[in-house]
């Protein structure tokens, strides 16, 4: 059974840049065939694609976020991060990692874990 | 940017009673690429239906999709305990977009 873990900082402050890392465990990133992505959430909201990574380190971001986001992957961690620059209160959201087999939709997620932007 | 636009908003019902909630998009939705998930307080989105009509792996056969274009159903045709939550649409047939939710809740 394939689990993922967000970790990183619940805090960041304004202009900052937001790090978050997603453990993968049960399966490997390495073996191919599936995409990995972060999705977010604000508060009471609706959900909000960020952008996914393949193993082959390609990746595709959301327009409105895209000058902003970077996601990268370590397989020799089974690992992919999301960086997200100058961000602002508006960023506040809960941060989801999730497994994809064709980039569009989602069968396993992680957690999710509350970044807060606040000076 | 495909809009989606969920209702409604909320739906209150019984245990038993048959679901209908539906998700309108801006514009067509190019082979149907839509799906539905189900989120509970705390925690993530479950993949209930995909391409429209198809259940994900262990979904009850309760869940039923539905619709093509611009008009998707989610149906659920007896209400479990356990079914009472917020349910969102997701196309992605142009980028990647959500609908705003429909939350069942107990009537």
């Known amino acids: 059974q394939v689990q993922l873990q967000e970790s990183g900082p619940g805090l960041v402050k304004p202009s900052q840049t937001l790090s978050l890392t997603c453990t993968v465990s049960?399966?490997?990133?390495?073996?191919?065939?599936?995409?990995w992505s972060w999705i977010r959430q604000h508060p009471g909201k609706g959900l909000e694609w960020i952008g996914y990574?393949?193993?082959?380190?390609?990746?595709y971001y959301n327009p409105s976020l895209k000058s902003r986001v970077t996601i990268s992957v370590d397989t020799s961690k089974n690992q992919f991060s999301l960086k997200l620059s100058s961000v602002t209160a508006a960023d506040t959201a809960v941060y989801y990692c999730?497994?994809?087999?064709?980039?569009?939709?989602?069968?396993?997620w992680g957690q999710g874990t509350l970044v807060t932007v606040s000076s | 940017e495909i809009v989606l636009t969920q209702s409604p908003a909320t739906l209150s019902l019984s245990p038993g009673e048959r679901a209908t909630l539906s998700c309108g998009a801006s514009q067509s939705v190019s082979s149907s690429y839509l799906a539905w998930y189900q989120q509970k307080p705390g925690l993530a989105p479950r993949l209930l239906i995909y391409d429209a009509s198809s259940r994900a792996t262990g979904i009850p056969d309760r869940f039923s999709g539905s619709g093509s274009g611009t008009d998707f159903t989610l149906t659920i045709s007896r209400l479990e305990p356990e079914d009472f939550a917020v349910y969102y649409c997701?196309?992605?047939?142009?980028?990647?977009?959500f609908g705003g939710g429909t939350k069942v809740e107990i009537k």
């Open positions: 990574i393949y193993y082959s380190g390609s990746t």
């Open positions: 049960g399966g490997s990133i390495s073996s191919g065939g599936y995409y």
């Open positions: 999730a497994r994809s087999r064709d980039g569009y939709k989602w069968d396993y």
């Open positions: 997701q196309q992605y047939g142009s980028s990647l977009t």
